[in-house]
């Protein structure tokens, strides 16, 4: 990481002079070197353009992230994300373009898999998502958004969940989905948010009248919270629910762990229809491109919402470092440390995790 850490002090060098001016649109080409439980050691090139279509008093920042890797898995990423802000925030649009070759670990569904099954799966997969918005009054959107998945070239080989063979195979094809979403965003700041609320409902209908291979629906709730407890210091939360009903296919289930919720569990280490998380993170800048956080979060995956357990839920929590490569914008690059019931992992990405 020692390298990681020399090229990302020398951009932050240059982004705090480029603070100095108002610019319209700032790039930010990065070199990356990643680390997590899902693709190990990654590396490759990450660039983010930083633009505001209005101005700084009713207009916030909008980002475009473009993104290709590949890691010592044997996994290739291509990924572009958008999260754009018309002017005045009459309109937001929100979604991501992607192309992943990605072999993964697979323990079979419910909340009580094994570590000891763990399988090795492989499948390539195209995703576009996109969620277009209208502001109806102040920070509350309405509009709608669609889904489109494709997964194919799957291979799996099983030693244990010879069971699971069958049902996977199955349920490569394609799952595609309209949807409607509310959203109210009061944040300070879309990547790293000092004060303000987030709230996001969604209710996307996968079916065969929209070239769907299977039926479907899948229903999110987003809340988040945020309280500048004092300068440099923020109390962030989060609660996520997941909740699909259907015929879901494996890749579509609600997948506890990852980067950004439950940090510590690999993505996918339990998955099943419906999924609930809550965490927290105190965040702290000591210095003004040096800050660390702590957090802690709580979960559990379940096939019915009836099914969920209080005693069964699962526990994570960790330490992170935050390095300031963009002080006027607020943009973070992120390296953190996440545990959770026999299990561990490193993290390595942009921005926060929520």
Known sequence: MSIVVFLLLINAAFAQDSTQVERKLEILPLPVLF????????????????FNL????????SNVQVLAAYT?????IA????????????YNFFGQLSFFDFPIFYYGIGNDSQSENEEDLDYKVFVFEQRALKKVVDYNFVGIQYRL????????????????QARLEAEAGTYSGLGLAYLHDSRDNVLNSFKGSYLEFTATFHRKSLASDFNFTRYRLDARKYWLLETHTVLATQFLGEFNDGDVPFRELALMGGDQIMRGYYQGRFRDKNQVALQAEYRRQVIPWLGF??????????????QFDLGDFKAA?????????????????RFDYGL????????FAFAESF
């Open 35 to 50: 680390y997590t439980p899902e693709t190990r050691l990654g590396f490759g090139g990450l660039g983010t353009g930083l």
């Open 54 to 61: 209005g101005s700084s008093q009713d207009t916030r920042i």
């Open 72 to 76: 010592i898995n044997q996994q290739v």
């Open 79 to 90: 990924q572009a994300r958008n999260n754009i802000f018309t002017k005045g925030e009459g």
């Open 149 to 164: 998945i494709h997964l194919y070239d799957l291979i799996y080989e099983p030693r244990f969940l010879l069971e699971d």
């Open 293 to 306: 956080v702590l957090f802690g979060s709580v979960g559990d995956v379940a096939a019915s919402v009836d």
């Open 317 to 333: 929590g960790g330490a992170g470092i935050r390095l300031m490569i963009n002080k006027k914008d607020r943009v973070n690059i």
């Open 340 to 347: 959770g019931r026999d299990t561990n992992g490193f993290y």
